[in-house]
Each structure stands twice: as C-alpha cells, then as structure tokens.
C-alpha cells in the first residue's frame, strides 16, 4: 500500500544552522510512527515542514501521493497538537473543537464533536475554557480539535512532555487505542525513548538533522545500527568495544566458570529500583558498567569480585 | 512617621494641591451665580445645571461624544493592523515603535498648526491639485467636521497602536499557526482568534482615545475654525467671551461625569473573564 506521507531528500537551513540535513521517509497509512531523538536533532523542524510553518529549503514532501510543498497549512490534510497544546483561551472546549470543523464548513457538526469527545472521554466538559480544565484535560481537547477534522496524518509535537509523570505513562495506552479507534495516521515526535518505544509501530531514530535508523520498536532497540542509536534508547555497557545492555548481563563470583562471554571486575555499588536491582561494576580493564538484575538475585557487596557475563547473542557491535 | 509615607507625601500632596483643591474649585463655581463681568457671586443656585438640558447644549454633548467615538473607531482600523505588522515583523521592531512615538518629538500645537497650513485653500494639498489639474477650485478640506476628525486620529493614534502592540507582542505565536492548522485562512484568524485575545489592549486603546477626544479643545479649535463646537471649545467659550463662569464650570463636571461613566463601562467589559 502507498505511504499516506512520504519525505523524500528533505532539507531545510536556518541562517547559520542545518536543522535538517536530508531526510526519506516514508510513513504507511494508519501506523502510529515516532521521530525519536534529542532536542535540537531537527525532528520538530520536520513535523513543522510537514505541517506547512516551515518551507523546505529543498526537497519534497507528499501526502497522499501529492507534492504539497506549496500549499499552505490550512491547505493541507493534517493537523497538529503542539507540545502546549495552543488551545484558543476565549473559546470553550467545544468552541475550541468546532473550530475546524466551521472552517471546513461541515454540516454536522453537533454530531461529530459529540463523537470526537466521547473518544477522547470529555464529554462533559463541552462549556469549559482552556483555563478551566487540567492539563490532561487539555490535552484532550488538542487531541479531539484535530481528530474531528479526520486528518490524513495526525502531528503530534511532544504531546506528553507537559504532562506530570504519572498521566504521561497512562496517557501512552490512552494515545495508543485513540490511534487504533480513530483510525488516523499519527506522526509523534518525542525525545523520550521509553515513549517511543512503549507507542510506535514504527520509529525513526535522528541525530544532527539526519535519521540514524528507522524500524519497529524491537528492531531499533535490540538491533541498533550505529552506537548513537544504541546509546540512545537505553543504557548501554561499552566493554571492548561492543555493547551490552545491563539488563543482558549477570553477575557471578569471581571464578566460577561460564561458557558465556565474561569480564572480570569489583562491584562500586548498587541501587535498588523496587522492581530491579541495578548494580554497579567497575570491570579490570576499566571501564564502569551496569548489571540490571531481578530483585530476588544473589546481592553482592561493595568490594566483591564479581565477573560480569553475557551471551554472545546479546552484543551490539558497529562497525 | 514611617518611611513609605515619607515617600507617598510629595505624590499626596500634588493630587490635593493640583487635582483635588481645583476640582474642588470647579465644584463650587458650578453652583455660584454669574458675575456681571465674569467671575462668581453669591447665591448657590443650581441653575447653570438646568441649562445643561438645553437641546442646544445637549447638541453639542451628543456631536463631541459622536466625533470621539468616530475618531476613536477610525484610529483602531488604523492602529491595528500597524500594531500586528509591528508585532510581527522579525526585523526593526524597534525602530518601528520609534516612529510611531516620533511625532511626541514634536510639540501637538505645532503639529495642528502644520495640519492647517496643508489643508488650508492655498496649503500644499490643493496647491498641488490643482497644479495637476485634478481640481479647479480649491477642496473645503479645513474648517469642518472632517478636518477635526483627522486631526482627532492623527494626534491619538499612537495612543492606540502602543496598547495593542503590546498585547499582540504576547500573543502565542503557536494559536495563530493552530488557526492555519485547523483550516483558518489568515483574515478569519485575525478575526476570530487574534482579535478578541487582544481585546485588554484594544480596550485600554479606546479608552486612551475615547476620552482625551471627548474633552478635546485644541484640535476643534484650529481646524474646525470655531464652526465645530465641540464641548471643550463650549467650556473655554463660556469663561472668556461668554463670561460665564459658573456654567462653564457645570458642563466641565458634566463631561467629567460623561467621561467616568464611559470609564466605568468599559473597565467593567474589560473585567470579564477572559481566560
């Protein structure tokens, strides 16, 4: 099937800075796709030409098929929730979700806002202003003030990050069935690896302006292309040059043998996580790693001699 | 005494000795009677206040509130969009907001005597015209009710562009790219985003036009050439050719009165809850 939304060799320069270097992509219809990378990476600058704020210094970007370069964004078929929402103030959360629909000139319109907020789970809370709501609230107007427009492609410009940390992580199963029921296309750009791995079919790792790797959430995390990717969507231990995640390694007595792979070192401390433990080793050939094990494993001491070990097939190596 | 009062003492007494005492003054004279060669006399009468009913004196109440409510809705279609294009420029926003100050440079009598001197049969606007041939005769553009209303918009203008410029400064630029997002072509987003969340400056501008227009003596006096009365001129009449003091005095309290009423309504409308 043709992608809904395809970038092909994007480019766009800022006086003095490359906020994107050259970007392909293509996103398939009804997918829930990521731009995972850290700020400054050029992955808003991209939801922006996307939208239409930004022009492309060169390079094409097609939805549906189309080149819309040109168009302006209340010519093109997607929507977006900024990252602080920008819900109008002096509208109601229905006048706020009417809005769209009036510019489009929809006939029924009762009908569809009614809809929209029962999929966002407003209803009642139609006569509220922006003021009036909490912020999970208002995410949810952004949310059903796009949605009721039937976007080709959903933006979404960090929809979390505002959020306190608890509602961030319900709002990530919330976000993820409103995409299933909905049916839309969502392009989310976060810089919170957990949040893209945790949503997305598919993901695109940037770094500098370019996309490092693009893949589904496994692929990415446990099959990294290059050290940044790997570095990026978790803590990774760097032992003679290839790369192990802490939850990949165990800890043994100094000693005992192992046909696994293994690394001899002392134990630096340890922090206990509730779920996990996570213990620090520095290795003899010096370098700092993480053992992330199960709460019910053997403790180790300050001081111990341990020996880190792995399997063969859980190393990440790079060229 | 404490130190803050040390401080509040000087602006205490400027409000009594300035403000206060003359106004006080003011009041009192309103209820005086006429003197024979101006000035007051005893008895207290209301009767200056009576006068005030007359259709001819209402009249001109009626066109001085007429004329500021016209100049004051002519320079908001003029100050916004300047204020918009200001807040939005990337470049020179200072420079712009200088030049809409420039004209204070310049002293306002001054400025009102250059308005005369282009409108006037021989000024250079129907010189010119006529130079080209456009017209034969000179245009009637000084000494009537239009040369008053640009005089009124060209000296209060700046009054409204600052106040909006401010509050479209901090505007979120992000609201104006959700209206485009949502499908808002840019005149329906200024309508109906980007003009009501301006409405504290628009608000603050009227106001800052509205009521300096109201009372205005200067402008209806050079360019209207004593054929636009309007109640300023009605107050200054009455104390020098007139001599009549304490009617002078009564409509001075009525426009005050006029001008703290509008005060108060659009203050109220401005309290309503925005956001």
Same mark, same amino acid.
């Given at each position: 099937?043709?992608?809904?939304?395809?970038?092909?060799?994007?480019?766009?320069?800022?006086?003095?800075?490359?906020?994107?270097?050259?970007?392909?992509?293509?996103?398939?219809?009804?997918?829930?796709?990521?731009?995972?990378?850290?700020?400054?990476?050029?992955?808003?600058?991209?939801?922006?030409?996307?939208?239409?704020?930004?022009?492309?210094?060169?390079?094409?970007?097609?939805?549906?098929?189309?080149?819309?370069?040109?168009?302006?964004?209340?010519?093109?078929?997607?929507?977006?929730?900024?990252?602080?929402?920008?819900?109008?103030?002096?509208?109601?959360?229905?006048?706020?979700?009417?809005?769209?629909?009036?510019?489009?000139?929809?006939?029924?319109?009762?009908?569809?806002?009614?809809?929209?907020?029962?999929?966002?789970?407003?209803?009642?809370?139609?006569?509220?202003?922006?003021?009036?709501?909490?912020?999970?609230?208002?995410?949810?107007?952004?949310?059903?003030?796009?949605?009721?427009?039937?976007?080709?492609?959903?933006?979404?410009?960090?929809?979390?990050?505002?959020?306190?940390?608890?509602?961030?992580?319900?709002?990530?199963?919330?976000?993820?069935?409103?995409?299933?029921?909905?049916?839309?296309?969502?392009?989310?750009?976060?810089?919170?690896?957990?949040?893209?791995?945790?949503?997305?079919?598919?993901?695109?790792?940037?770094?500098?302006?370019?996309?490092?790797?693009?893949?589904?959430?496994?692929?990415?995390?446990?099959?990294?292309?290059?050290?940044?990717?790997?570095?990026?969507?978790?803590?990774?231990?760097?032992?003679?040059?290839?790369?192990?995640?802490?939850?990949?390694?165990?800890?043994?007595?100094?000693?005992?043998?192992?046909?696994?792979?293994?690394?001899?070192?002392?134990?630096?401390?340890?922090?206990?996580?509730?779920?996990?433990?996570?213990?620090?080793?520095?290795?003899?050939?010096?370098?700092?790693?993480?053992?992330?094990?199960?709460?019910?494993?053997?403790?180790?001491?300050?001081?111990?001699?341990?020996?880190?070990?792995?399997?063969?097939?859980?190393?990440?190596?790079?060229? | 005494?404490?130190?803050?009062?040390?401080?509040?003492?000087?602006?205490?007494?400027?409000?009594?000795?300035?403000?206060?005492?003359?106004?006080?003054?003011?009041?009192?004279?309103?209820?005086?009677?006429?003197?024979?060669?101006?000035?007051?006399?005893?008895?207290?009468?209301?009767?200056?206040?009576?006068?005030?009913?007359?259709? &001819?004196? %209402?009249?001109? =109440?009626?066109?001085?509130?007429?004329?500021?409510?016209?100049?004051? #809705?002519?320079? $908001? @279609? /003029?100050?916004?969009?300047?204020?918009?294009?200001?807040?939005?420029?990337?470049?020179?926003?200072?420079?712009? &907001?200088? %030049?809409?100050? =420039?004209?204070?440079?310049?002293?306002?009598?001054?400025?009102?005597? #250059?308005?005369? $001197? @282009? /409108?006037?049969?021989?000024?250079?606007?129907?010189?010119?015209?006529?130079?080209?041939?456009?017209?034969?005769?000179?245009?009637?553009?000084?000494?009537?009710?239009?040369?008053?209303?640009?005089?009124?918009?060209?000296?209060?203008?700046?009054?409204?562009?600052?106040?909006?410029?401010?509050?479209?400064?901090?505007?979120?630029?992000?609201?104006?790219?959700?209206?485009?997002?949502?499908?808002?072509?840019?005149?329906?987003?200024?309508?109906?985003?980007?003009?009501?969340?301006?409405?504290?400056?628009?608000?603050?501008?009227?106001?800052?036009?509205?009521?300096?227009?109201?009372?205005?003596?200067?402008?209806?006096?050079?360019?209207?050439?004593?054929?636009?009365?309007?109640?300023?001129?009605?107050?200054?009449?009455?104390?020098?050719?007139?001599?009549?003091?304490?009617?002078?005095?009564?409509?001075?309290?009525?426009?005050?009165?006029?001008?703290?009423?509008?005060?108060?309504?659009?203050?109220?409308?401005?309290?309503?809850?925005?956001?």
């Amino acid at each position: 099937m043709a992608p809904i939304l395809e970038l092909r060799k994007l480019v766009k320069h800022f006086p003095g800075q490359q906020a994107v270097r050259e970007i392909s992509l293509a996103i398939p219809r009804g997918s829930f796709f990521s731009l995972l990378g850290p700020s400054g990476c050029g992955k808003t600058t991209t939801l922006r030409l996307i939208a239409g704020f930004e022009q492309p210094t060169s390079g094409d970007i097609l939805l549906e098929g189309e080149i819309v370069n040109q168009r302006k964004p209340y010519e093109r078929n997607v929507s977006t929730v900024f990252q602080n929402y920008a819900l109008f103030p002096h509208l109601t959360a229905r006048g706020n979700v009417e809005f769209g629909l009036k510019r489009h000139r929809a006939t029924d319109i009762d009908a569809r806002v009614r809809e929209v907020l029962e999929l966002v789970g407003l209803t009642g809370k139609e006569t509220r202003r922006p003021a009036q709501l909490s912020g999970g609230e208002r995410q949810r107007v952004a949310l059903a003030r796009s949605l009721v427009l039937q976007p080709g492609v959903l933006l979404l410009d960090e929809p979390l990050a505002a959020l306190d940390p608890k509602l961030r992580k319900q709002m990530r199963g919330e976000l993820k069935a409103m995409q299933r029921r909905a049916g839309v296309t969502f392009l989310l750009v976060t810089h919170d690896q957990e949040e893209a791995l945790s949503m997305s079919d598919h993901l695109a790792v940037m770094n500098e302006g370019r996309i490092e790797q693009v893949g589904s959430p496994e692929d990415v995390y446990l099959r990294p292309r290059s050290r940044f990717v790997a570095g990026f969507l978790g803590a990774v231990n760097w032992i003679s040059g290839a790369g192990i995640r802490p939850e990949a390694v165990r800890l043994l007595p100094a000693g005992e043998s192992t046909p696994d792979r293994r690394a001899p070192g002392v134990v630096t401390g340890s922090v206990f996580l509730g779920n996990c433990v996570q213990v620090q080793v520095r290795l003899h050939s010096g370098e700092d790693t993480v053992a992330q094990l199960p709460r019910g494993a053997a403790l180790f001491q300050p001081g111990d001699a341990v020996q880190l070990a792995w399997s063969a097939a859980d190393e990440m190596t790079f060229l | 005494m404490k130190l803050r009062t040390w401080f509040l003492l000087p602006a205490w007494l400027t409000m009594a000795v300035l403000f206060a005492a003359p106004f006080a003054i003011v009041l009192a004279y309103s209820f005086l009677t006429r003197g024979v060669y101006g000035g007051i006399e005893l008895p207290w009468t209301a009767e200056s206040y009576q006068r005030l009913f007359d259709p &001819l004196y %209402l009249a001109i =109440l009626w066109r001085s509130f007429a004329m500021a409510l016209a100049a004051t #809705a002519l320079c $908001f @279609l /003029l100050a916004f969009p300047a204020a918009l294009f200001i807040a939005r420029a990337a470049r020179h926003k200072n420079l712009y &907001l200088q %030049l809409v100050m =420039l004209p204070f440079w310049t002293s306002f009598l001054v400025r009102t005597y #250059a308005w005369i $001197f @282009l /409108l006037r049969d021989t000024g250079l606007f129907n010189t010119a015209l006529q130079a080209l041939g456009i017209v034969h005769r000179p245009l009637p553009l000084l000494y009537n009710d239009g040369a008053v209303l640009l005089g009124l918009v060209y000296g209060y203008l700046p009054f409204m562009v600052l106040p909006i410029y401010a509050t479209l400064e901090r505007l979120d630029p992000a609201l104006v790219e959700a209206a485009a997002d949502l499908g808002a072509r840019p005149l329906t987003t200024v309508l109906r985003i980007v003009v009501p969340l301006s409405r504290p400056g628009i608000v603050a501008g009227s106001v800052l036009v509205f009521i300096p227009c109201l009372g205005a003596y200067l402008t209806p006096d050079l360019l209207g050439g004593g054929r636009t009365v309007m109640v300023g001129n009605l107050v200054q009449n009455q104390f020098t050719t007139a001599r009549d003091w304490p009617f002078g005095a009564a409509v001075s309290i009525a426009l005050m009165a006029l001008v703290t009423l509008v005060l108060v309504l659009f203050l109220r409308r401005q309290s309503e809850p925005l956001a």
